[in-house]
T-cell receptor, first 113, second 113 residues
Framework: DSGVTQTPKHLITATGQRVTLRCSPR?????VYWYQQSLDQGLQFLIQ???????AKGNILERFSAQQFPDLHSELNLSSLELGDSALYFC????????????FGPGTRLLVL | GDSVTQMEGPVTLSEEAFLTINCTYT??????LFWYVQYPGEGLQLLLK?????DKGSNKGFEATYRKETTSFHLEKGSVQVSDSAVYFC????????????FGSGTQLTVLP
């Protein structure tokens, strides 16, 4: 158990809908990262937050957005969903000092029908 | 941009065989290098890491050496077990402030008894 929690574990929805994925980082970790794992794209970095502020963006679509709240949990919002958004979405957290190791949550499996 | 190239799988070995999974990288500066493992239905777990040239990361019998001259970080284990069956990901973390991970495509390892 990495100490990173993600909810829900599974999500099934329809095209055009909007969903919210939630992540709670390890106690004491200030940085949260979101990754997408799909069969065709592999594991890709989406976005990072540090202590409530956006720090870096990767291959994140404009339909996707995220935020980190004062209690440091983070939410990833996916809107106008398409079939191709079906994937495993991972959250990871790190202390963010020096060379930090990222600890991954169990992921949320999203299926868009 | 940064990239990681991993030996394509799947790899199937008999128990107690020697394992090598090749990983090479392209990056500016001096990245940190990681191997993550993903067991079926689970999130990613850090297996080992190395933060500078000639460092050797090791854990659970697995080893990898950071080779700057060949830009490689090959994973090795002298004697694999059935329980090592999983997907292995090589990754790098850039030297900048964001430190998001760039992953290779993953190598599926199956160890037969």
């Amino acid at each position: 158990d990495s100490g990173v929690t993600q909810t829900p574990k599974h999500l099934i929805t329809a095209t055009g809908q909007r969903v919210t994925l939630r992540c709670s980082p390890r106690s004491g970790d200030l940085s949260v990262y979101w990754y997408q794992q799909s069969l065709d794209q592999g594991l890709q970095f989406l976005i990072q937050y540090y202590n409530g502020e956006e720090r870096a963006k990767g291959n994140i679509l404009e339909r996707f957005s995220a935020q980190q709240f004062p209690d440091l949990h983070s939410e990833l919002n996916l809107s106008s969903l398409e079939l191709g958004d079906s994937a495993l979405y991972f959250c990871a957290s790190s202390v963010d000092t020096g060379v930090e190791t990222q600890y991954f949550g169990p992921g949320t499996r999203l299926l868009v029908l | 941009g940064d990239s990681v190239t991993q030996m394509e799988g799947p790899v199937t070995l008999s128990e107690e065989a020697f394992l090598t999974i090749n990983c090479t990288y392209t990056a500016t500066g001096y990245p940190s290098l990681f191997w993550y493992v993903q067991y079926p239905g689970e999130g990613l777990q850090l297996l080992l890491k190395a933060t500078k040239a000639d460092d050797k990361g090791s854990n659970k019998g697995f080893e990898a050496t950071y080779r700057k001259e060949t830009t490689s970080f090959h994973l090795e284990k002298g004697s694999v077990q059935v329980s090592d069956s999983a997907v292995y990901f090589c990754a790098l973390s850039d030297a900048g402030s964001a430190r998001q991970l760039t992953f290779g495509s993953g190598t599926q390892l199956t160890v037969l008894p």
